[in-house]
């Protein structure tokens, strides 16, 4: 009853905050979206023929030499890869089209280059997982398991954490050591690749990872940040949810979530606790989540990451509203003070000790969430003052590019994957939330925004499928 009246009245809110939104279920009717939608849906397009002029068949768009830059010394076409969703659901068919169609005859992953094994799963298995889901063609799933099976002798340690790269032709892995981001972020992705090839080895791969992190936490409950993945020694004992940690994190709860994984619920609640006992911090008036030592809990310092800016979405997720939105209040304070967020700030000496922003979506993801959740408009016009923000600061004559220093606007020749795949995603799916068949309800995103449909993933099946047991 009371969840029935909190949705009654979520659902008033959403669709009475803003006069511009108009109630129709039309998503494909350009003329259904408001002014703000319209516009980023207008941006992307924009955007995205600079990505196809300037840097087509290659990883990323140089918006100021309007040339291209490739992560390795061939290209992994993670543009595209990350692109498609936020395409897709504008509604850009002719694009995605194309996007599948390079990515079922021109794709070729036996490559003889060293990848980063972190950054591939979330943008490239999870962009073609995603792409399986949103296109129903199989030979995209073929695509996405011949990568993950180049990808798992990455796991093959003494811990079971996976080294840092991985050779995609030889499976020759290096790279003993590893930030917690990178050691156990593979849950979400292998554990939908288990799902639908009802192959358990990629989740329980994963899984291994995220446990074996959680199994070197402190008497305290904390972990460390950075990890050697053959000894298991932790390598720095910093404990934090900054970047290099984050979304360990949100992987425990969203395999919770997602494939009802118990296990991985009871590891998210104990380290929440323990992050909340030791992490969180009031300071100023405001709530922040600086960095503690693992074993006392003592403050080691103030220095925050604007990646950070996730964790008001995982906590509003996970149910602490109340702290979410807290902290939500704290990033938008960040960004004001600049007019972007520096990519590291120190919150007691009120300064930023690492000024680039890179055109990262972590603040519009959780104003996204926020709004979602909690109904409360100022997150929506949250979004919508970030978005006139990036277009005051990043826009160029054909597309949006990384700023150097946050304090003099200066820009750099810069446009990575993500702001396809995450910004501008969560910036629309913002302004359409009340029209949207997307509804935020119904999906559950990896960390680079790709979204996958909750009802697609039974969890009676999944517990055979990706092979762990319900408690
Ligand atoms: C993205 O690649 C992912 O969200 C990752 O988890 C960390 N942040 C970057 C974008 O800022």
Known sequence: MKNLLILIITFTLITSCNSEIKNTSNTDNKTALNKSAEDVRNETLRTWQAYKKYAWGHDALAPLTKTYRNWYKKPLYISPIDAYSTLYIMGFKEETNEIENYVIDSLDFDIDIDAKIFEVNIRILGGLLSMYELSGKEEILAKAKDFADRMLPAFDTKTGIPKYWVNLKTGVARGDTVNVAEAATYTFEMGILSYYTKDPKYYQAGKKASLAIFNRRSDIGLIGDVIDVESGEWVSESSHICA????????????????????????????????????????????????????????????????????PALLGLSGDTARAIRLQHTWDYVWNKYGLEPTAYDYKSGKTTYPTYDLNPEIME????????SGDSSFYKMNEQYWADIKKYCRTDIAYTSIKNVETMEKKDYMPTFFFAETLKYLYLTFTSHNTEYQFNDYTFNTEAHPFKREHFDKEKAKIYLGFDKR
Do not use: P
Not at 366 to 373: C, D, H, P, R, T
């Open 244 to 311: 290099g940690v984050d979304s360990y994190y949100e992987y425990l709860y969203k395999s919770y979530l997602l494939f009802g994984d118990n296990e991985m619920g009871e590891v998210w609640k104990e380290s929440i606790k323990a992050i909340n006992k030791y992490i969180a911090e009031d300071y100023d008036g405001k709530l922040w989540y600086g960095r503690v030592h693992m074993n006392t809990g003592e403050f080691e310092n103030s220095v925050i990451t604007l990646y950070d800016a996730f964790f």
């Open 366 to 373: 959780s104003a996204y969430y926020l709004f979602n959740i």
